[in-house]
């Protein structure tokens, strides 16, 4: 057989996600001292989704997050503060009023933000009651968080990205290789038998278990992993 995709992926500069091409880590500092920070630059990176917008604390330090709708280079936003609630305000989940768009939410207190980065997009906070969080995602998902997590107010800016058609097959090639991505990806069900574990058009294949172990190697990895059950209940 063939080696697959999945484990080819290892060492291969082509089939393997390249992080490197990103412009710098995008996080919001670990300091919790209360501090107003300035935009002073706003950068296009190829590697995401959404812009990047520059700040720079008052003690000096300086951090790449997610631009917000409506950023602009000059703007003060505020930083663990209670006073107000404005665009691209950074606060604890705990301080937000229920309703309010957050993006480059926190899973856990000080991770930086894991959830709501990409261009264009917003969750809201539905239920503050002190003890946890209630979160609304873009997909409707209800996530409780800890209200020490913090978020930045407002929404992703690049919220058109999606309106503008690629027209032909050579912009999205561009698009994606500048994000260090491989594309296109062949279905595995497309490939021949000896290709891929899914691989092949013949009965006999149709009806294969697409079960897999735990602790298979990479390239056997696929399908359902350590499923409890499968089939019809």
């Given at each position: 057989?063939?080696?697959?995709?999945?484990?080819?992926?290892?060492?291969?500069?082509?089939?393997?996600?390249?992080?490197?091409?990103?412009?710098?880590?995008?996080?919001?500092?670990?300091?919790?001292?209360?501090?107003?920070?300035?935009?002073?630059?706003?950068?296009?990176?190829?590697?995401?989704?959404?812009?990047?917008?520059?700040?720079?604390?008052?003690?000096?330090?300086?951090?790449?997050?997610?631009?917000?709708?409506?950023?602009?280079?000059?703007?003060?936003?505020?930083?663990?503060?209670?006073?107000?609630?404005?665009?691209?305000?950074?606060?604890?989940?705990?301080?937000?009023?229920?309703?309010?768009?957050?993006?480059?939410?926190?899973?856990?207190?000080?991770?930086?933000?894991?959830?709501?980065?990409?261009?264009?997009?917003?969750?809201?906070?539905?239920?503050?009651?002190?003890?946890?969080?209630?979160?609304?995602?873009?997909?409707?998902?209800?996530?409780?968080?800890?209200?020490?997590?913090?978020?930045?107010?407002?929404?992703?800016?690049?919220?058109?990205?999606?309106?503008?058609?690629?027209?032909?097959?050579?912009?999205?090639?561009?698009?994606?290789?500048?994000?260090?991505?491989?594309?296109?990806?062949?279905?595995?069900?497309?490939?021949?038998?000896?290709?891929?574990?899914f691989g092949g058009k013949r009965r006999s294949t149709q009806h294969k278990a697409k079960s897999s172990s735990r602790r298979a190697p990479?390239?056997?990895?696929?399908?359902?992993?350590?499923?409890?059950?499968?089939?019809?209940?």
């Amino acid at each position: 057989m063939k080696v697959p995709r999945s484990r080819r992926r290892g060492k291969s500069r082509v089939f393997r996600m390249n992080d490197f091409r990103a412009i710098g880590t995008a996080k919001i500092i670990k300091n919790q001292q209360e501090m107003n920070a300035k935009i002073i630059k706003l950068i296009h990176d190829s590697y995401r989704t959404a812009p990047l917008m520059q700040l720079k604390f008052e003690n000096g330090e300086t951090a790449l997050l997610p631009a917000f709708a409506g950023a602009y280079v000059g703007k003060i936003v505020s930083y663990m503060k209670n006073e107000s609630t404005s665009l691209g305000d950074i606060k604890r989940l705990g301080d937000i009023p229920a309703g309010t768009e957050i993006y480059n939410v926190e899973l856990k207190p000080r991770d930086g933000g894991k959830l709501i980065r990409a261009g264009g997009m917003g969750a809201k906070i539905v239920e503050n009651t002190g003890g946890k969080v209630i979160i609304s995602l873009p997909s409707s998902a209800m996530v409780s968080l800890n209200p020490d997590c913090r978020a930045v107010i407002g929404k992703v800016a690049n919220s058109g990205r999606t309106e503008k058609p690629f027209y032909k097959a050579g912009n999205k090639y561009h698009l994606i290789r500048a994000r260090g991505r491989y594309w296109p990806m062949t279905a595995a069900v497309a490939m021949n038998a000896y290709e891929h574990k899914f691989g092949g058009k013949r009965r006999s294949t149709q009806h294969k278990a697409k079960s897999s172990s735990r602790r298979a190697p990479p390239g056997a990895k696929v399908g359902n992993i350590a499923p409890r059950r499968t089939g019809a209940k």
